[in-house]
């Protein structure tokens, strides 16, 4: 069993940045792939982020590609979303999730572990 809580969400002006970190329990956490996903007002989840096992793979999201940044800590059991460039559609409650395999998805899907979520809100 794994257990997620997200931190480092606030309120941003446009242009600013935001660290998002997520902290999870368990000695198998390093083992498993982990993602970033987004749900804003009145809109589907939506992926973000994706990092493997070891740090090895990751991938983004075509909207936040160039902007964003996803790393991992596996001695902390920590993973951090580094978002720069913030902009007003950023705004959104962002989850981390955790899927009990090494190597990455973008379907929600296939994620086993979930947090409860930080709400970021980026104003224009």
């Known amino acids: 069993q794994v257990h997620m809580v997200e931190s480092g969400g606030g309120l941003v002006q446009a242009g600013g940045s935001l660290r998002l970190s997520c902290a999870a329990s368990?000695?198998?956490?390093?083992?498993?792939?982990t993602g970033w996903f987004r749900q804003a007002p009145g809109k589907e989840r939506e992926f973000v982020s994706a990092i493997s096992w070891n740090g090895g793979r990751t991938y983004y999201g075509d909207s936040v590609k160039g902007r964003f940044t996803i790393s991992r800590h596996n001695a902390k059991n920590t993973v951090y979303l580094e978002m720069n460039s913030l902009k007003s559609e950023d705004t959104a409650v962002y989850y981390c999730?955790?899927?009990?395999?090494?190597?990455?998805?973008?379907?929600?899907?296939?994620?086993?572990?979930w947090g409860q979520g930080t709400q970021v809100t980026v104003s224009s």
């Open positions: 999730a955790a899927r009990s395999k090494s190597d990455i998805s973008i379907a929600e899907s296939l994620y086993d572990y």
């Open positions: 368990g000695r198998t956490f390093s083992r498993y792939a």
